[in-house]
T-cell receptor, first 109, second 114 residues
Framework: KQEVTQIPAALSVPEGENLVLNCSFT??????LQWFRQDPGKGLTSLLL?????REQTSGRLNASLDKSSGRSTLYIAASQPGDSATYLC????????FGTGTSLTVIP | NAGVTQTPKFQVLKTGQSMTLQCAQD?????MSWYRQDPGMGLRLIHY???????DQGEVPNGYNVSRSTTEDFPLRLLSAAPSQTSVYFC?????????????FGNGTRLTVT
């Protein structure tokens, strides 16, 4: 089975803190790695997509990295805000898209 | 700029009833798919399509049918609803073979089977 693991499952941080969310996968045959945000009761919103030939992508306060050799991706959030509170999911694209179960982030004002 | 549109947003069914979840996208995407999301299970692929007239099974296809008669639409049919099908269903699309194409999601359908 194509495993994608996200640790931790939940994270609570004070506002302003920098934080890192982790995503690991067991199959190095990867076309891209995508990070999503999901708010309660909503669909998934794409944040960043890293192609297999890339090492990282940045959008505003978000930076995602990809290390295929170790089967890991990280999402770095700088200067966290209460509005960042959501569940963050990663998905590895191989033949299909394989999702992790997400990290639930709470940013405390 | 609609993106991926799912209807209905909420649905309650009795065991044994059938229904169709609708999904439409206006981005001319080749690839469309259906997922279900359950607590602690993540997103699981039900069925997918790589183009009009082509469909295939995902990880959890039993109890569901799909068809793809047009590029825009990809309905999901529940043939005889069971309580185990209580879940949130998401439709997603992307440009298929373009590996820099992100996956776009609809807002989901929350289904309860009693």
């Amino acid at each position: 089975k194509q495993e994608v693991t996200q640790i931790p499952a939940a994270l609570s941080v004070p506002e302003g803190e920098n934080l890192v969310l982790n995503c690991s996968f067991t199959d190095s045959a990867i076309y891209n790695l995508q990070w999503f945000r999901q708010d309660p009761g909503k669909g998934l919103t794409s944040l960043l997509l890293i192609q297999s030939s890339q090492r990282e992508q940045t959008s505003g306060r978000l930076n995602a990295s990809l290390d295929k050799s170790s089967g890991r991706s990280t999402l770095y959030i700088a200067a966290s805000q209460p509005g960042d509170s959501a569940t963050y999911l990663c998905a590895r694209r191989g033949v299909q898209f394989y999702f992790g179960t997400g990290t639930s982030l709470t940013v405390i004002p | 700029n609609a993106g991926v549109t799912q209807t209905p947003k909420f649905q309650v069914l009795k065991t044994g009833q059938s229904m169709t979840l609708q999904c439409a996208q206006d981005m001319n995407h080749e690839y469309m798919s259906w997922y279900r999301q359950d607590p602690g299970m993540g997103l699981r692929l039900i069925h997918y399509s790589v183009g009009a007239g082509i469909t295939d099974q995902g990880e959890v296809p039993n109890g569901y049918n799909v068809s793809r008669s047009t590029t825009e639409d990809f309905p999901l049919r529940l043939l005889s609803a069971a309580p185990s099908q209580t879940s949130v269903y998401f439709c997603a699309s992307n440009a298929g073979t373009a590996y820099n194409s992100p996956l776009h999601f609809g807002n989901g359908t929350r289904l309860t089977v009693t």
